[in-house]
């Protein structure tokens, strides 16, 4: 059974601390992973796809990066503005197209 | 402006009383999907679209219907809504399931 679980639940940062989150995930055969944001009371904004082994891709203080059994998104010296929850999600060949999204990593970064 | 809108943004109902949330995209996208957010559970996918008249359930498609007649709407049916089916409610689109989705600014429904 297809399985994504984000890691840890919940992050408190000072600002300019930089640290990770983790996306695990068991698929038979990965289409694509996704990164969103979510704001409270709002739907989750696209951040990032990543599609094989060894992809990165960067936008300002975010970086993801993808090995065969994970994800991670990197945060570089983060701002009060960058709190919010961080979903990923993915795809696989076996599954249409059918997606499946992580718990999320609820981000608070205070000044 | 390029958005995905849902209709009713909030709604209290009772058990039984069947209702339809709308939703609605501009950006000619072919694949569409519903989703429920519950607190500890995370976003499931209840339906997914594909393209017109392709609908397929996603992790969790009971209590729920769903139709895909036009291109840009999405409709999600709860034919007799129980308690448990209390939710906030996002619908999403995108150009197709490799690509990014859009989401809507979600439905909060209560049923009682």
């Known amino acids: 059974e297809d399985q994504v679980t984000q890691s840890p639940e919940a992050l408190r940062l000072q600002e300019g601390e930089s640290s990770s989150l983790n996306c695990s995930y068991t698929?038979?055969?990965?289409?694509?992973l996704f990164w969103y944001r979510q704001d409270p009371g709002k739907g989750p904004e696209f951040l990032f796809t990543?599609?094989?082994a060894g992809e990165e891709k960067e936008k300002e203080r975010l970086k993801a990066t993808l090995t065969k059994k994970e994800s991670f998104l990197h945060i570089t010296a983060p701002k009060p503005e960058d709190s919010a929850t961080y979903l990923c999600?993915?795809?696989?060949?076996?599954?249409?197209?059918?997606?499946?999204f992580g718990q999320g990593t609820e981000l608070s970064v205070k000044p | 402006e390029a958005q995905v809108t849902q209709n009713p943004r909030y709604l209290i109902t009772v058990t039984g009383k069947k209702l339809t949330v709308t939703c609605s995209q501009n950006?000619?996208?072919?694949?569409m999907s519903w989703y429920r957010q519950d607190p500890g559970l995370g976003l499931r996918q209840i339906y997914y679209?594909?393209?017109?008249?392709?609908?397929d359930k996603g992790d969790v498609p009971e209590g729920y219907k769903v139709s895909r007649k036009e291109k840009r709407n999405f409709p999600l049916i709860l034919e007799s809504p129980s308690p448990n089916q209390t939710s906030l409610y996002f619908c999403?689109?995108?150009?197709?399931?490799?690509?990014?989705?859009?989401f809507g600014p979600g439905t909060r429904l209560t049923v009682t």
């Open positions: 999403a689109s995108s150009f197709g399931r490799n690509y990014e989705q859009y």
């Open positions: 698929v038979s055969g990965l289409r694509g």
């Open positions: 990543l599609y094989s």
């Open positions: 999600a993915v795809l696989s060949y076996n599954q249409g197209g059918k997606l499946i």
């Open positions: 950006m000619n996208h072919e694949y």
């Open positions: 679209s594909m393209n017109v008249e392709v609908t």
